[in-house]
């Protein structure tokens, strides 16, 4: 499997009385990998990172984090990873540069180091001309922007981000993913949580997470080839037009509907724009063949979940 | 594994810029308990005198009216209303609008005259015991006296009669009080203050500082840092304790200055068992906040400890005249050996030969519950 694994994780399980939260997950990362966690709320994201971060017991299963297992020796996984968690966890009443001076000095840098990384980072996310602001007034993307500066202090070999781009305008989010992808070019590894599909095309390779369980695994690519094979048409119909003419049709795979549009799906090489305007007559108001995204991948997966669910 | 003494001080820092930056929190912190001091020592004034008092002088004779005048002139009875009828004067009582009621029958000053057996009545109304137990003591010290210069009068009568001295045995009762002789109650009250702002500062804002970061989710960011849990406690409780030690300061120069708390133990003293019992408050804060999500269950866990240690101290109420099955579990509340201890201190300026077991009891209680308050909060951790 190509470099070394950063993270291990096997048979991962967390109860909350009798809930399970997160149930028999297993997947490894890659050093310098770009990893999302893709999920709805509730899917149990958050309560994997908060595991692999030492800050939960698995009920169940191993993790290995930069070696160690995290369950064993909580404490030594802390000096290799940096977490941003997904709720904003700075100190709003403090200063951006107070708030990397104090979890600096958590961290153990002496002050002069601290200084010095301080400011650098500060440049680098962009933060220079004001890290002497209280970190309150500063707009929702610098907060973050923050916050992955005060995760980067130590140089940590794996950061952690839950959901760091959720709340935050189209504009942030892009800076804070060029952010994402400057660290991974440096060889950190990024385990990120989402659910923002476009996002997940920057990653090197995606978990999808319904229900506690991890459903795919594999590069953005390859979930599309494996949970989407075939083509796909995205379909306007006029008013109450029904699809129904369609749906019994050879070769149809999947219908979805999105509002008033469908997402056709259909096996490769037996429909076309032309084809489908005649077997939908008058109906059809627009017609045209597009690239599947993550959204249509994950909407697959879950509705296969589901499926499995119900026997 | 953790980060030491960097982490100890960052957090130390972190904290002082925190509380200082918000004005309201340095007013809470200091000014507020030099000013409760100041309001509470006044206002807690158990000095008792003028007592509202009605008089019923059914005799009206010049004896009877001598009595009136000088039971009234000690100053401990305000006279408020007159009464013709001994039912008029209860009603006095009932409405509340005296304390006591002086009632002298017909024919006093004739009988006492004629060498007679006299009785007065006085109606006490108890439902303020402290008060009720000074108008009883003033008055029966007042017609004690009175009685005693009455058989004097005759006795010197009958000396003058029969032209020679008679000898009759006197036992005269001669009370000194120690140490508060004006048995001002400010003075008694002040340690009791000091104990319980002590409290207040340290416990409520250690649960609610440590809640509120739970709250907040830097309690999450913290712990994903190798900072060990005894710097981070540690951190967040010394600003406070030092917190503490100013308004002791502060408070020991109000109550030498306003009400004449005399001062009397060495000052280095005073210090070391506050900051013996700051063990105590610091730690309970500590325990509060691991059983507390939000800031607002850490304050009601705080009141609910705070409110039972503070009546169960001794603080205002003599522990001796508290009901007997409640009085041993004052020995399980540590606020009630630092009141003593202050008292002791400052009143009877007694030393560390005298104070020495408050001191031992207050470390152990200390340590245990800081212990138990740390192990817990570790625990959570997990
Ligand atoms: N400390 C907890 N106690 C009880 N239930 C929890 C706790 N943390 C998370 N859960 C539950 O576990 C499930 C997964 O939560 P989470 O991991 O936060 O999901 P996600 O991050 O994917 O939105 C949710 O149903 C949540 O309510
Ligand atoms: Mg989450």
Redesign the interface.
Known sequence: MGPEAVIEVAGLTRRFGSFTAVQQVSFSVRAGEIFGFLGANGAGKSTTIRIL?????PSEGHACVAGIDVARD???V??S???M?Q????????TAE?NL??????????RRALRQRGRELLARVGLRERSAEITGRLPGGMRQRLALA?AMLHRPRILFLDEPTSGVDPRARQSFWALIREAAREGVTVFVTTHAMDEAEFCDRIGLMADGRLRALDTPDGLKRSFLPGEMFHLELSPDRSIDALASQPGVLRIESAGAAYRLRVEAGRFDPEKLRALLGPAAVRVERVEPDLEDVFLEVVTQARGEAVP | MGTGLSGLMAVMRKELRQTFRDRRMVAILIMAPLIQTVVLGYAVDLDVDAVPTVVCDRDQSPASRALVQEYLAGGTFRLVGRAAEPADAERWLDRGDAAVALILERGLGERLRAGQAASVQVFIDGSDSNRALVAMSASTQFFVGRAARLSQERLSWLERLQGRSLAVPRLTLEPRIMYNPRLSSPRYMVPGVAAFLLLLVTTLLTAMGIARERELGTLEQILVTPLSPMALLTGKCLPFAFLGLIDVAGLVAIGALLFDVPMRGPLWLVFAGTLVYLLTTLGIGILISTVSRTQQQAMLGALFFMLPALLLSGFATPIGNMPGWLQPITYLNPMRYFVEFMRGCLIRGSGLAELWPKLLVLLVFGLSVLGLGALRFRKRLA
Not at chain 1, 101 to 110: I, N, P, R, S, V
């Open positions: 971060c030492g800050l939960l017991a909580p404490e030594a802390k000096r990873i940096g977490y968690s709720k904003f966890s700075l100190y709003l009443d403090l107070e001076e104090f979890f600096g000095g958590a961290y153990g840098l002496g005060a």
